[in-house]
């Protein structure tokens, strides 16, 4: 049963792989994906899947603690050390990092939705028409 697991792990993996890649090669995305040079034949970039990861890490630890950052990373050397807080005090722990984590703020849809209305009504025609041009073009891609 492990193996099935495992081997279902893996292929979710190689499936996230692939889109990401396939993210990253999009036009608007070339310039983030920077190869690095080093030994070996499989290509490797400055932006990769694991930037995430790192950012992640270092905001936890930033606002946690080191402990707190390796614990919620799975590290298992700090697991039990972590999970001696109770659930509630888990909880807080991760409300403390949303904010540094999220991409939106905690601002409800209607109100995203009012301002974006409000900056777009703002723009000039011109670039009313140039916003049009560029996502047709991102379409056709």
Avoid: C
């Avoid at 292929?11 to 070339?30: D, G, N, T």
């Avoid at 984590?101 to 009012?114: G, I, M, P, R, Y």
């Amino acid at each position: 049963m492990l193996e099935g697991f495992q081997r279902t792990v893996e292929r979710a993996l190689i499936a996230v792989e692939l889109a990401w890649y396939y993210l990253m090669s999009k036009l608007a995305f070339q310039e983030l994906m920077k190869p690095i040079k080093q030994r070996g034949r499989k290509k490797r970039y400055s932006l990769h899947i694991y930037s995430f990861k790192k950012f992640g890490f270092t905001k936890i630890a930033d606002i946690l603690g080191e402990l707190a950052a390796h614990a919620i990373a799975g590290h298992k050397r700090y697991l039990i050390t972590y999970y001696k807080k109770s659930r509630t005090e888990r909880a807080g722990d991760y409300r403390k990092v949303i904010p540094k984590l999220s991409l939106f703020s905690n601002e409800s849809d209607a109100e995203l939705k009012e301002k974006a209305k409000e900056t777009i009504e703002k723009l000039p025609k011109e670039a009313l028409l140039e916003i049009l041009k560029i996502g047709k073009k991102h379409l056709k891609e």
